[in-house]
T-cell receptor, first 111, second 112 residues
């Protein structure tokens, strides 16, 4: 069975401070990891996926298989980053489809 | 282009009532997913369609939950004899094969 853990329900940081949203996972096979974001009154949307290794809106995340982690980082938080962030896992492979989500972390950026 | 749409956006039901939730996926998206998101939780997988075929319904919590996608496009999630524990946001997502899932705005169901 696969599991995603986001240990922080709420994270508050000041504008301009670094941000790290933690995500740990449990899965016996080879996973694909994602970060989804939900801004206030908007729908859930993909922020980034580990296989693309790209930076979106200044956010990056590195898959650490040894620590089974996929933490989301941004060096300087902006007010517009305030949102709910969900880490999700899918088994890797062409036919895979099922996403398992963590419970989410609410990021609040204080002006 | 138009994204995934869901209707109704809000539904209040009395306990024991049947409800039907609709999802219109992005045109051309073969795969369609339903998720249930309880308050304070992340979305949890309910069921998956590829075209009109329901390939996985392992996440449906009971036989009161039923989903269909008869023509491989619009999908309906039906909940019979609703219970208070069914109160949640029901999310629909669609995707092309192998690509990312695009989510709808969700239907917020409240069972009194």
């Amino acid at each position: 069975a696969q599991r995603v853990t986001q240990p922080e329900k709420l994270l508050s940081v000041f504008k301009g401070a670094p941000v790290e949203l933690k995500c740990n996972y449990s899965y016996s096979g080879s996973p694909e990891l994602f970060w989804y974001v939900q801004y206030s009154r908007q729908r859930l949307q993909l922020l980034l996926r580990h296989i693309s290794r790209e930076s979106i809106k200044g956010f990056t995340a590195d898959l650490n298989k040894g620590e089974t982690s996929f933490h989301l980082k941004k060096p300087f938080a902006q007010e517009e980053d305030s949102a709910m962030y969900y880490c999700a896992l899918s088994p890797a492979g062409a036919g895979s489809y099922q996403l398992t989500f963590g419970k989410g972390t609410k990021l609040s950026v204080i002006p | 282009g138009a994204g995934v749409s869901q209707s109704p956006r809000y539904k209040v039901a009395k306990r024991g009532q049947d409800v039907a939730l609709r999802c219109d996926p992005i045109s051309g998206h073969v795969s369609l997913f339903w998720y249930q998101q309880a308050l304070g939780q992340g979305p949890e997988f309910l069921t998956y369609f590829q075209n009109e075929a329901q390939l996985d319904k392992s996440g449906l919590p009971s036989d009161r939950f039923f989903a269909e996608r008869p023509e491989g496009s619009v999908s309906t999630l039906k909940i019979q004899r609703t219970q208070q524990e069914d109160s949640a946001v029901y999310l629909c997502a669609s995707r092309r094969d192998g690509e990312t899932q695009y989510f709808g705005p969700g239907t917020r169901l409240l069972v009194l």
